[in-house]
């Protein structure tokens, strides 16, 4: 027998599996970057516990009032949604935050349930850079009329800040910044 052929086709099946193995592993590598593309670039940042902090006020003609979060945020539908839970509270006013944000090709839409919306308000917007801009309807616990709003959610330096502006755009109705828990 010769073993020049023999080594030969011996090191010719070590490198053919080690080609194998450095495409499995590569793919295996990829895996991890698949699911993490599934994820949108904006609501992954928003995953896990935070508190805010900020002001919010009742009304146009009301005075800010400190406010303080807990909030926590749960990626859902392979990442590309999210879901909200958690409470607020201010001096004259506290109550449970409850949302879903869903992501399709740089839109936005979703719920938010506060303790000043009768019901949940229905968001929807669009994402610029860091910046989701969305229109909020609902209607308003105090009154006990539909109205508009617009919320600013701004994701940067491992933090996000959500403001909001009340009364069909009157006034600054919150300006919250969440840090990480």
């Known amino acids: 027998m010769d073993h020049t052929h023999t080594r030969a086709g011996a090191t010719r099946r070590r490198r053919a599996l080690a080609g194998g193995g450095l495409i499995v592993a590569t793919m295996l590598g990829l895996a991890p970057m698949q699911a993490i593309a599934a994820n949108d670039a904006i609501l992954s940042q928003l995953a896990g516990n935070w508190v805010g902090r900020g002001t919010v006020k009742q009304s146009a003609n009301a005075t800010a009032e400190q406010v303080y979060c807990k909030i926590a945020n749960k990626l859902v539908n392979d990442g590309s949604g999210l879901e909200q839970r958690g ?6 006013n506290s109550g449970q935050i409850r949302g879903t944000i869903q992501a399709k090709g740089g839109s936005y839409s979703g719920t938010l349930d506060t303790f000043n919306t009768k019901g949940p308000a229905t968001i929807s917007g669009r994402a610029a850079s860091n910046t989701i801009s969305f229109k909020a309807e609902f209607v308003d616990r105090k009154t006990n009329r539909p109205t508009q709003a617009t919320i600013k959610l701004v994701v940067a330096d491992g933090k996000y800040r959500l403001v909001s502006n009340g009364a069909n755009d ?11 828990q």
């Open 170 to 180: 009157t006034f600054v109705a919150s300006d919250i910044t969440f840090t990480p």
């Open 87 to 92: 409470r607020c509270a201010i001096a004259t």
